[in-house]
């Protein structure tokens, strides 16, 4: 079994940074696909942003590009999402989530096929 654990998350002014980590433990190895999705009240959990366990391949959602950056250090066993420019809709409870199937260099980009899930962070972005 693998925890994902999430943090940074927090109150901020549109236009503010915001730096949120997940954590994995347990029985983890290199190499999961590892996505970070967002839920705002009412609405569905969507994929925001998505890496590859290895080789840096990346999938932002449009609403997103050019502001996120998803990263990961693997020696930390830890995935970061730079939130940057934020924006008042970006307001929702994000969620780290890991596709335990996933192949070495595949961004999962569907939320069905993601194993484990963190417990979530709330983001809120004033205006």
């Known amino acids: 079994q693998v925890q994902l654990v999430e943090s940074g998350g927090g109150l901020v002014q549109a236009g503010g940074s915001l730096r949120l980590s997940c954590a994995a433990s347990?029985?983890?190895?290199?190499?999961?696909?590892t996505g970070w999705f967002r839920q705002a009240p009412g609405k569905e959990r969507d994929l925001v942003a998505a890496?590859?366990?290895?080789?840096?391949?990346?999938y932002y959602a449009d609403s997103v590009k050019g502001r996120f950056t998803i990263s990961r250090d693997d020696a930390k066993n830890t995935v970061i999402l730079q939130m940057n420019s934020l924006k008042p809709e970006d307001t929702a409870v994000y969620y780290c989530?890991?596709?335990?199937?996933?192949?070495?260099?595949?961004?999962?980009?569907?939320?069905?096929?993601?194993?484990?899930w963190g417990q979530g962070t709330q983001v809120t972005v004033s205006s």
């Open positions: 347990g029985r983890t190895r290199s190499g999961y696909s």
């Open positions: 989530a890991a596709d335990r199937d996933s192949g070495t260099y595949y961004v999962t980009v569907v939320r069905d096929e993601y194993d484990y």
């Open positions: 890496i590859s366990g290895r080789g840096g391949r990346t």
